[in-house]
């Protein structure tokens, strides 16, 4: 089972199945939809990452190094969801309207940073999605200093490898370990499944103990209606 089939479901519902599984830090905190209403997007992680400004190292002539995120930006392969350790940083712009113009360009699914970007209307003109933090118009050397892609990360308070599952809705951003994902997967889409069978005896009229969380009986009713629509 692919991410893909992950569309359907909500970062709500995965944050409570990779709770079962005993992983508790797996929303990025900061992370906000830019522009309200995108649709869930799913994809695999492509890190980078930026650490404190130094001012022999985050100067405009960084922008031309072979590491920069202008390199970074033409190794992401399409589909990719683009994750960018900021540190949390919301006064300097790690991407402008011409850099998201180029990953939207290359089929990059979205961009999610605990920091901001610059060049708001531009950046929006693009069509990339993105979750930030907000938006500031002072450019990235001004505040951070850009030194790897595809390597581990810490985004908004969470761990994030290369190829992790990557869940985006307006609930924010959620991380799937990569080994996890096909038994996230499946575990979220039975979830999703029950909690709409759930919603429909709620609008029913039926009251809430034993119904949410479902008790043996409530389990019983739902196999047994699960079976009838195989």
């Not at 199945?17 to 522009?35: E, I």
């Not at 209307?121 to 993105?130: D, I, K, M």
């Not at 979750?131 to 985004?155: D, N």
């Not at 039926?206 to 009986?217: D, R, S, T």
């Given at each position: 089972?692919?991410?893909?089939?992950?569309?359907?479901?909500?970062?709500?519902?995965?944050?409570?199945?990779?709770?079962?599984?005993?992983?508790?830090?797996?929303?990025?905190?900061?992370?906000?939809?830019?522009?309200?209403?995108?649709?869930?997007?799913?994809?695999?992680?492509?890190?980078?990452?930026?650490?404190?400004?130094?001012?022999?190292?985050?100067?405009?002539?960084?922008?031309?190094?072979?590491?920069?995120?202008?390199?970074?930006?033409?190794?992401?392969?399409?589909?990719?969801?683009?994750?960018?350790?900021?540190?949390?940083?919301?006064?300097?712009?790690?991407?402008?309207?011409?850099?998201?113009?180029?990953?939207?360009?290359?089929?990059?699914?979205?961009?999610?940073?605990?920091?901001?970007?610059?060049?708001?209307?531009?950046?929006?003109?693009?069509?990339?999605?993105?979750?930030?933090?907000?938006?500031?118009?002072?450019?990235?050397?001004?505040?951070?200093?850009?030194?790897?892609?595809?390597?581990?990360?810490?985004?908004?308070?969470?761990?994030?490898?290369?190829?992790?599952?990557?869940?985006?809705?307006?609930?924010?951003?959620?991380?799937?370990?990569?080994?996890?994902?096909?038994?996230?997967?499946a575990e979220s889409i039975e979830q999703e499944r029950l909690e709409?069978?759930?919603?429909?005896?709620?609008?029913?009229?039926?009251?809430?103990?034993?119904?949410?969380?479902?008790?043996?009986?409530?389990?019983?009713?739902?196999?047994?209606?699960?079976?009838?629509?195989?």
């Amino acid at each position: 089972m692919t991410l893909e089939a992950l569309k359907g479901v909500t970062t709500a519902t995965l944050t409570t199945v990779l709770l079962k599984k005993g992983l508790r830090n797996v929303w990025v905190r900061g992370a906000k939809a830019l522009q309200p209403g995108q649709p869930r997007i799913v994809g695999r992680a492509f890190t980078l990452r930026f650490v404190p400004a130094r001012e022999d190292l985050a100067t405009p002539a960084s922008w031309s190094s072979p590491i920069s995120t202008r390199a970074a930006i033409e190794a992401m392969p399409e589909g990719c969801i683009t994750v960018v350790d900021a540190m949390g940083i919301t006064d300097a712009g790690i991407f402008g309207d011409i850099l998201c113009a180029r990953m939207a360009k290359k089929g990059v699914a979205a961009l999610v940073t605990d920091g901001v970007v610059r060049d708001l209307a531009g950046v929006l003109g693009t069509g990339l999605p993105v979750w930030c933090a907000g938006a500031a118009a002072p450019p990235s050397v001004a505040g951070l200093t850009f030194v790897a892609w595809q390597q581990p990360i810490g985004c908004g308070g969470v761990a994030i490898v290369p190829d992790d599952g990557i869940v985006v809705d307006q609930d924010g951003a959620v991380v799937i370990p990569q080994a996890l994902v096909e038994a996230v997967t499946a575990e979220s889409i039975e979830q999703e499944r029950l909690e709409g069978w759930i919603m429909d005896r709620v609008n029913e009229g039926e009251a809430l103990p034993g119904l949410y969380p479902a008790n043996a009986e409530n389990k019983a009713r739902y196999e047994a209606w699960a079976a009838d629509k195989r």
